[in-house]
């Protein structure tokens, strides 16, 4: 004859006095776009009692009108069967995991617009028991793939996101103004006519948190940065944030196109350069904040930090700088790039450097050098000057033809490196380039 006997995992209550436990009692999602999925968020559904708990079901109190979507312990809550499951069995000191995602139909609002929803537990005993589900739901315009064929003006109240490389053919221009370009990983904005941009952020598409305490947008990598061709040519920023990207611009190789001789000891000076930059930031890039080849850039109060390559690299060309703050304290790796790098060559090819001319300027970071001049062959021009900078790099005290009036940096300051700025938070990504008052680089830098 067979015993069987029933273990105490298999006994399951009634009693109104049993409760599941949950993490919180509301489930606070991210800001998201409307008609565009959340991520995955996750909760557990803990049984602390003694004895088991049947849950007779669960289900979304609005059903399907919120645009959240439940899976309960594996079970998804499909449309068809009211938006919920039934006969979920916890057993004693056991717990269910709860997936939750949106995608939120659109509000026809200019600002986020909270949307939220109950997700019931009605247990065996009759108790209800429930977490409430929130999210803000912001409308925005969203472009695939577009390429600017004719002379564009984009301004807009409402965020626009960017899927697939955003193009601007050869021989147009696209101007942007007053506007958040929010790009989707992959994306990125490919230039081969002309780029003009004011009061304009460029930036990921993630509004959600990679944790608690980090939103994605602290993360650098987030879309492919700025793109401007050979055939780009006379692209003007002002007051424009670029942040997030794996690199922030690069400017390619191209001809300096003769011009005005407005400067008698540089052959063929361009009359306008292919890049201007006016109270700017390239920040939190991946790889380098700004690349330039061979092109004639100009930099005002600009400010180029955090990057995982260079902040700035020019290679040939011409590169005028007035105050601007290359600050290198990029969290990511130990192997970051310099805060400022120039040469005359690339490879193995020379690109003579014309003219490099940066005045009341910051060049500070973690290491100890962070100003890299490299020298290519000795008859390429390589022509530089540095005059009432900041620089962090061993002092150059007999060339006063290129470094004039330098502060030389030292890690053995007493103010030095991330001492400077108001605010530099390595645990939350926090960043604040404004001077500390403390700071002995006062009157310089972009602020």
């Not at 409307?34 to 803990?46: A, G, Q």
């Not at 696209?174 to 994306?187: A, P, Q, R």
């Not at 003007?236 to 997030?244: K, Q």
């Not at 900041?390 to 009036?405: I, K, W, Y």
Request: charged content about 20%.
């Amino acid at each position: 004859m067979a015993v069987v006997a029933c273990g105490d995992d298999d006994n399951f209550s009634t009693s109104t006095g049993l409760r599941l436990t949950f993490p919180e009692d509301t489930l606070k999602m991210d800001t998201v776009f409307s008609r565009t999925p959340s991520s995955t968020y996750t909760f557990w559904v803990h049984n602390e009692n003694d004895t088991g708990i049947r849950v007779q079901s669960v289900r979304l109190r609005r059903g399907n009108q919120t645009g959240f979507r439940v899976n309960v312990d594996g079970i998804y809550l499909d449309n068809s069967n009211g938006s919920q499951t039934s006969d979920v069995e916890i057993r004693k000191n056991d717990s269910i995991l709860v997936f939750v995602e949106l995608t939120a139909a659109e509000n026809g609002q200019r600002t986020p617009v909270l949307v939220e929803d109950d997700l019931l537990f009605q247990l065996e005993s009759g108790v209800e028991q429930k977490v409430c589900l929130q999210a803000w739901s912001w409308d925005a315009k969203k472009l695939y793939s577009p390429v600017i064929t004719k002379d564009t003006l984009i301004e807009s109240e409402l965020p626009i996101v960017i899927f697939g490389d955003m193009k601007v053919e050869e021989g147009v221009e696209l101007t942007i103004l007053n506007t958040c370009l929010y790009f989707h990983d992959g994306s990125g904005l490919l230039v081969y006519g002309s780029l003009h941009t004011e009061d304009c952020v460029l930036r990921g598409d993630r509004l959600d948190d990679m944790f608690d305490y980090l939103p994605y947008d602290r993360v650098s990598g987030q879309w492919n940065g700025v793109h401007l061709y050979e055939t780009s040519t006379g692209n003007t920023m002002l007051r424009t944030e670029i942040r997030n990207p794996v690199k922030g611009i690069v400017c390619d190789s191209a001809a300096l196109a003769p011009t005005i001789p407005n400067d008698p000891t540089i052959p063929n000076l361009p009359s306008s350069p292919r890049l201007s930059m006016t109270e700017c930031i390239i920040h939190n890039c991946e790889e380098t904040g700004l690349e330039a080849y061979n092109a004639y850039i100009i930099l005002d109060h600009c400010q180029l930090t955090n990057t995982g390559g260079d902040c700035i690299s020019v290679v040939g060309g011409i590169a005028d700088i007035s105050y601007c703050t290359f600050a290198q304290f990029y969290p990511f790796t130990a192997s970051r790039g310099a805060a400022f790098r120039f040469s005359n060559r690339y490879d193995e090819t020379d690109i003579p450097l014309q003219r490099l001319s940066c005045v009341g300027s910051i060049m500070t970071g973690y290491d100890e050098d962070v100003v890299m001049g490299v020298a290519g062959s000795e008859d390429v021009p390589f022509n530089y000057d540095f005059r009432l900078c900041l620089m962090r790099t061993p002092a150059v005290t007999d060339d006063s033809l290129h470094f004039e009036q330098i502060l030389w940096e030292t890690p053995k300051d007493s103010i030095q490196g991330k001492q400077h700025f108001v605010q530099i938070d390595e645990d939350n990504l926090i960043y604040d380039f404004h001077l500390d008052s403390l700071s002995t680089a006062q009157g310089l830098g972009c602020y």
